[in-house]
């Protein structure tokens, strides 16, 4: 038995819909399939982030007089680490059991003074400000978010180091 011309264009529109409809995922597969040809604009933030937790853990473990602020200052640039791994692993999804797309950084010291501690904080902490703001205007609105409220915190950290 033929289906009647009535059904015939209802299967047609439907069957086009689907088309439609699967355009827009077939896009995002292709445009996900490979490899990212630069590597993450996000990584060196995340990386001086991580540089500067471990220089403010280094200052709090050998300067008792600095320890609250450099603890304090150790979280917020922890988080800002953690925040940015994310946002750099949600766009290039990675293996769990390879290691993270930012390494964490060697074991520092502190400088030897309280003076020159402050100043290595104080310097650090302008650095990760300075390289987060002026990434900004370079990424899509999403992730210049992310930044801008990194350059943000780290310019309060500012603040409080004096």
Same mark, same amino acid.
């Given at each position: 038995m033929e289906p009647s011309r009535a059904s015939l264009p209802v299967l047609r529109r439907r069957r086009a819909l689907r088309l439609f409809a699967a355009a827009p995922a077939v896009a995002v597969l292709a445009a996900c399939g490979g490899e990212p040809e630069e590597p993450d604009q996000? %990584?060196?933030?995340?990386?001086? @982030?991580?540089?500067?937790?471990?220089? @403010?853990?280094a200052? @709090?473990?050998?300067?008792?007089?600095? &320890?609250e602020t450099a603890r304090e200052l150790a979280a917020a640039r922890t988080a800002h680490a953690k925040a940015l791994?994310?946002?750099?692993?949600? !766009?290039? $999804?990675?293996? $769990?059991?390879? =290691? *993270?797309?930012?390494?964490? =950084?060697? *074991?520092?010291?502190?400088? $030897?003074? &309280?003076?020159?501690?402050?100043?290595?904080?104080?310097?650090? !902490?302008?650095?990760? /400000? /300075?390289?987060?703001?002026?990434? !900004?205007?370079?990424? $899509?609105?999403?992730?210049?978010?992310?930044?801008?409220s990194v350059s943000a915190g780290?310019?309060? %950290?500012?603040e409080v180091l004096g």
């Open positions: 996000l %990584l060196p933030l995340a990386t001086a @982030a991580k540089a500067d937790a471990a220089l @403010a853990n200052i @709090a473990r050998t300067h008792s007089g600095l &320890a791994q994310r946002e750099i692993d949600r !766009v290039a $999804p990675r293996d $769990p059991e390879d =290691p *993270p797309s930012v390494p964490d =950084p060697a *074991p520092r010291k502190a400088p $030897p003074s &309280a003076n020159a501690a402050a100043d290595a904080l104080r310097t650090a !902490v302008r650095r990760g /400000q /300075q390289q987060s703001a002026e990434l !900004v205007a370079r990424l $899509p609105a999403h992730r210049a978010g992310l930044v801008a780290c310019a309060s %950290l500012l």
